[in-house]
């Protein structure tokens, strides 16, 4: 019992120790945390000393008290343990507060690692506890067996108890049987004597081994009396076992009671901060997205931007690197380049400059050899050219027989014309024939060419021949609502000059005379009667000019205009009837084009002469008198000279009579050399003026068909036929003096004239 009661004792020591353990455990684990805890430590340190000291008094006492005073000892000291386990909860509890008082303020991202803490205390709690579960276990373990072994001594005791009984019974039985034996011996005498006499030695021994049995009784229960009191003493030390395993028990359930609450209170705590820490979360999950979106926006633009923007950096890298190098290399480059380029440019402008010479100088041949070309085109079309204009049968005409049409044409050939004179038809062959129906605009067209020429420097002269009333004027001037060839004329001047206008400066001067009677007036002049001469350049150039001849700049349509109607007053102031005068006069109108190429510094004078006629009608040798018969020879002298010089320039004569009447030696300067000259033949169609129109379509065919070459020159190297000549030639039959040779026939003599063109073109 001492034993086992030592070893309770130890082991509650242990638990003690363990207790102790735990709690330096816990004070240790708190003890950064805890100023106070140390003091309780320490505390707790003099407690266990305490104990110490108390167990060892224990075992002290024990060995001088024994039995009673161990049990007085016991229960102070299970007193003692019971105050010091209160001593112990109370420190518990004032640490537990401690503990809740720390755990309060919890708050923000303190919470994650104080909860960790928890968690982990909590763990190391309930491991304690489980420990102590398992203490508790072995505990009740050790006081079942404990309970066990009172069991079996309690058994051993009863079967001690039952021994001694039965011994008793036994002893009491055997002196019973004793005592009757004695008795019986005593019934016989001898024998009994004997029997009596042994049994008295045997009883003695009897007696003896009784006061055995009873010493033995004794003992046996004394020793059952301690047993009971060791039992009793156990059975004490059971409950208080019991008692201190209920207490661990409570304690236990306490722990867990608390433990249950710390983990309840930690899980709420936790409960709650995962609930903040989740709201947290989402709202910066949330937030997180949002942003998380914008930059995956912004992300997807600057990476397209980035995709684009990749290989033009890489481009421009590589273009950078390059331009570096350049750069780097450019200032030597350039100044090898330059030094370079100044000698190529040099050189260069040295080539220019010589190919430039050369082509100026191959320029000029070349406008040399065009000029050339050209004069021989128009030398070869012919540089006199007549033309035929029919007029249509006007008001004027009359009715009747007299106004019947007397011309037709062929319709093949528009050189061809056919006059019906007195019952015969004759056919004339012109460079071209313009029947009633042509325009003004038709007409100047085929004029066109001769009139641009001029613009090259060419002069060229447009004469209007025929009887009065025939259309010159009308072919010449036109009327307001369609202007003839002289208005169209300086119209075409001046748009061809400004189609030019970038090589050259043109200046285009317009003047405007008039011959009557063999005397030039100006008509553009404030002196309109004054008689102008015509005088040679006195710089021995051989052209003419007339001194003190109006000249007006014109520009314009507007410009012409002017000059034609001051011109027109100018005629019309000084003569009566402006019809009458007109026919006895040929006006003239002059337009000189001056040019100047920027480049080659080339000057060239065009002169267009305008002349309209005056009327080429035979008048009556008898019934002219007086003026009349002076202007009549006048015209005729005038008219004749011009066949005359037309006739002599065509057949090349050494001699051209220029000077044989005032018209001619006017335009001497435009009629000879280069120039071109067109004779525009007027005829009326009117049957009463067929021999007028036979009279002017001879003179047209005369001047055309004079035929140049050998035989031809030699031939005619006789005057042209006056217009007194003409007079009364019959058609057929009229040949000019020195043609007698040749058929008077028109169609034969231009027939002739082909064949010694061809003969000419096949000599060579
Ligand atoms: P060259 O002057 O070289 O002898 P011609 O004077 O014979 O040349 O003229 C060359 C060609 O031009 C000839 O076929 C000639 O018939 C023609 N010709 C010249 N003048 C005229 C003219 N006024 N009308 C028609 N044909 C003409
Ligand atoms: P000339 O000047 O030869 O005397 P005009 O030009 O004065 O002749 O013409 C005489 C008349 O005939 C004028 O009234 C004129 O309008 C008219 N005339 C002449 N030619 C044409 C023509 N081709 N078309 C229309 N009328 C014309
Ligand atoms: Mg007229």
């Not at 070893?7 to 004070?27: C, F, S, Y």
């Not at 945390?33 to 075992?59: F, G, N, P, Y």
């Not at 928890?118 to 506890?129: F, I, P, V």
Request: hydrophobic share 35%.
């Amino acid at each position: 019992v001492m034993a086992s009661m030592a070893h309770l004792q130890e082991e509650k020591l242990r638990l003690q120790e363990e207790l102790l353990g735990l709690q330096e455990k816990l004070t240790a684990r708190e003890n950064d945390e805890l100023s106070r805890s140390l003091q309780l430590q320490s505390q707790v340190e003099t407690l266990k000393a305490k104990l110490l000291e108390q167990a060892q008094e224990i075992s002290r006492l024990r060995s001088e008290l024994g039995g009673t005073d161990a049990e007085k000892h016991r229960d102070l000291l299970v007193a003692e343990n019971e105050r010091l386990r209160q001593e112990m909860k109370a420190c518990e509890g004032e640490l537990r507060e401690l503990r809740r008082q720390q755990q309060v303020p919890c708050q923000g991202c303190a919470h994650l690692q104080e909860n960790a803490e928890l968690q982990e205390r909590m763990s190391q709690l309930q491991r304690e506890a489980e420990e102590m579960r398992a203490k508790l276990a072995e505990l009740e373990l050790e006081v079942q067996q404990k309970t066990n072994r009172l069991a079996e001594v309690e058994l051993r005791l009863k079967d001690s108890l039952a021994e001694r009984a039965e011994e008793e019974e036994r002893l009491s039985r055997r002196l019973r049987d004793s005592q009757e034996t004695i008795a019986s011996l005593k019934s016989q005498p001898q024998q009994i004597k004997y029997i009596i006499k042994t049994v008295e030695v045997e009883s003695a021994k009897a007696k003896q081994a009784l006061c055995e049995s009873q010493s033995r009784n004794q003992y046996l229960q004394e020793q059952v009396g301690m047993q009971r009191q060791v039992l009793k003493e156990m059975e004490q030390q059971l409950q208080s076992s019991q008692k201190t395993a209920a207490q661990l028990r409570a304690q236990i359930v306490m722990y867990e009671a608390e433990l249950e609450r710390a983990h309840g209170q930690m899980l709420e705590e936790m409960q709650a901060m995962e609930e903040e820490k989740n709201r947290a979360i989402e709202e910066a999950f949330s937030r997180a997205q949002v942003e998380m979106k914008a930059v995956h926006e912004n992300l997807a633009g600057v990476r397209t931007n980035l995709l684009t923007l990749q290989p033009a950096l890489r481009t421009l890298t590589h273009d950078y690197n390059s331009l570096k190098r350049q750069v780097r290399d450019f200032p030597l480059l350039l100044q090898e380049t330059l030094r370079n380029a100044r000698a190529e440019i040099g050189q260069a402008i040295e080539e220019v400059h010589s190919t430039n010479r050369e082509l100026l100088r191959k320029y000029r041949r070349e406008l040399q050899l065009r000029k050339k070309c050209h004069n021989e085109l128009v030398r070869l079309k012919g540089n006199i050219r007549v033309f035929g204009r029919v007029r249509p049968i006007t008001k004027e005409d009359g009715e009747g027989l007299e106004a019947a049409n007397a011309v037709t044409f062929d319709a093949d050939d528009d050189a061809v014309l056919h006059l019906l004179h007195k019952g015969k038809q004759v056919s004339f062959e012109l460079d071209k024939v313009f029947p009633p129906q042509a325009s003004q605009e038709e007409v100047f067209q085929e004029v066109q060419a001769l009139v641009t020429s001029c613009i090259d420097g060419y002069n060229v002269c447009i004469f209007a021949y025929g009887q009065t009333g025939a259309g010159k004027t009308y072919t010449m001037e036109g009327t307001a609502a369609n202007p003839g060839i002289n208005q169209r004329a300086l119209q075409l001047l001046f748009s061809e000059v400004r189609s030019k206008a970038a090589d050259w400066d043109y200046t285009i001067s317009v003047s405007a005379a008039e011959i009557y009677n063999e005397s030039l007036r100006d008509l553009l002049g404030k002196e309109p009667q004054e008689k102008l001469e015509i005088k040679l350049c006195p710089d021995g150039s051989g052209q003419l000019y007339v001194p003190g001849l109006t000249e007006f700049r014109v520009q314009s349509v507007e410009d012409i205009n002017k000059v034609f109607e001051f011109g027109h007053v100018n005629r019309a102031t000084e003569c009566t009837n402006l019809n009458e005068h007109s026919s006895r006069s040929h006006a003239l109108l002059i337009i000189t084009v001056r040019g100047l190429d920027h480049s080659t510094g080339l000057r060239t004078t065009g002169k267009l002469n305008l002349v309209d006629l005056a009327g080429s009608e035979r008048v009556g040798r008898s019934g002219a008198e007086g003026s009349r018969l002076r202007e009549a020879q006048h015209i005729n002298k005038s008219l004749s000279a011009l066949g005359d010089v037309i006739y002599a320039l065509r057949s090349r004569q050494g001699h051209v009579p220029f000077r044989n009447s005032k018209l001619t030696y006017l335009l001497q300067d435009s009629l000879s050399g280069d120039s071109k000259t067109l004779m525009m033949v007027q005829v009326s169609p009117a049957e009463k003026n067929t021999s007028e129109t036979l009279c002017s379509l001879k003179f047209a065919e005369r001047v055309r068909s004079v035929e140049l070459g050998p035989v031809s020159r030699k031939a005619e190297l006789a005057t042209w036929p006056s217009q007194e000549h003409l007079e009364g030639d019959s058609p057929g039959t009229a040949a000019p003096p020195g043609r007698g040779h040749t058929s008077s026939s028109p169609g034969q003599l231009s027939g002739r004239a082909a064949s010694i063109r061809r003969k000419l073109q096949t000599s060579g």
